[in-house]
């Protein structure tokens, strides 16, 4: 049983459905639609569903809703598998399709119309919209909805072979047309359409609906509950009308509010349009909110699954901030990345005193967050990188980095002294600087100290690296709302390409997507373009903590 502690409304109806004796074990279902890519939206879907699951002892199938083969692709299969692996879940045995089921939706079609609850209609799908009535005019009956019910078998075994154009005819439930819910005005339950299926071939002609098929795969599986978002919550009369007329086994159906989230669009059809529109480099873009996006990004599973846990569910809809799942990312990594040096900005030092052929190796711890880690190697020698902003010709005020005549320590290496800034056409191109050799390591032994620790490669062995810097895809929280154009909102300066990048060696050992931290930059990980000498890495997350400060204000404010 779930513990009461972490407690929402869903897990409330099924801790009540079990002590009631409703149902007596838990068995849910994430049923995804292959005509596209997940996103973070389907995440919070996948992490609730799976696990449900899991804290009640119970089971979750991943079941494919694909009753739609003009939509639909086998690549989106395979995609959607990755990524709910990807994610963490397994679904063991239970990997199901809509249209496994196919032949046994079309018998209980044929038990509906032989009860006198469905016909075959010809009205135009326009006609159809037209007969429905509105919200507050009932809707008019088809002139073909009181067909005998020979007449309806016959054409709905002529529709199945094939004999009728696509849109000719289809097939609704009979319920009622004056129904103050529209969904419940003689639905359709089955459209011709002449499409290659991905999995069926052309043996069917006639599809059908999501209204009719969804609640048939549930009671087919043996689902206990259908947990779906909010609008849905209107066709739930129709799930249980479908399901009660054929007196089979029917799971309960829940609602939640689905996931909104800042300075993103959650839409399909937007997403679709960015990419079809070449405003991303593809559905993997790192700026998307695509689980794909996200994982080439550098965005670890357990922070995905820590950022659905931590927001919850509800009934009531609501904007996530950015700003809590960069926070979850970055508390994971935090803990989970190990650190090495990268210089975005490089500026040549040049240590006078230093030999010149002498190269050194200094041990540096791969994490402070875990000792266990250990250290690695790193070179040093004569001449470095650090970052440009570490060095100010005219420092202002609190500015403890490099400047001419100051002392900074380089990390896990020496402390070192500007004495001379190198200047072509009015810029400093590189700085000579001499180091105290007693302080290898870092630390002075007269116990003095410095204000500022740099990071810092070296020159001879640093690899070089292009480096993409992210920043928010569109420029306001809500791209997409007031009915606005959202490509309108289109963040022109949401991808910086830096390619003068120097980084450490051991970078280039790491595998396409591992993440780490570059000290005092961010968090970053392999791009899996990376391709022979040509590294490129991604920046997965800043290092400074936004939500913090937006939490506390929060707090202020309650």
Known sequence: MNDESSTDFIRDIINHDLETGRYDRVHTRFPPEPNGFLHIGHAKSICLNFGIAEEYGGKCNLRFDDTNPSTEEETYVQSIIEDVRWLGFDWEDRLFFASDYFDQMYEYAVQLVEKGRAYVDDLSAEEIRRYRGTLTQPGTNSPYRDRPVEGNLDLLERMKEGEFGDGEKVLRARIDMAHPNMNMRDPVMYRILRATHHRTGDRWCIYPTYDWAHGLEDSIEGITHSICTLEFENHRPLYDWFLDQLGVYRPRQ???????????????????????????????????????????????????????????????????????????????????????????????????????????????????????????????????????EDFREHPPKKYYRLAPGREVRLKNAYLITCQEAIKEDGEVTALRCTVDPATRGGDAPDGRSVRATLHWVSAPHAVDAEVRLYQRLFTVEDPAGQGRDFKEHLNPHSLRTLTSCKVEPAVRELASVERFQFLRQGYFCVDPDTAGDHLIINQTVELRDTWARISRQMAKNR
């Open 254 to 388: 829940i609602e939640f509010a689905r996931l909104n989230l800042t300075y993103t669009v959650m839409s399909k059809r937007m997403l679709r349009s960015l990419v079809e529109g070449g405003q991303v480099s593809g559905w993997d873009d790192p700026r998307l909110p695509t689980i794909r996006g996200m994982r080439r990004r550098g965005y670890p599973p357990a922070a995905i699954r820590d950022f659905c846990q931590r927001i919850g569910v509800s009934k009531s809809e609501s904007t996530i901030p950015m700003e809590l799942l960069e926070h979850c990312v970055r508390d994971e990594l935090n803990r989970t990345a190990p650190r090495y040096m990268g210089v975005l900005h490089p500026l040549k030092v040049i240590l006078d005193n230093y030999p010149r052929d002498q190269v050194e190796y200094m041990g540096v711890e791969n994490s402070p967050e875990d000792p266990a880690a250990g250290t690695r190697q790193v070179p040093f020698s004569r001449v470095l990188y650090i970052e440009r």
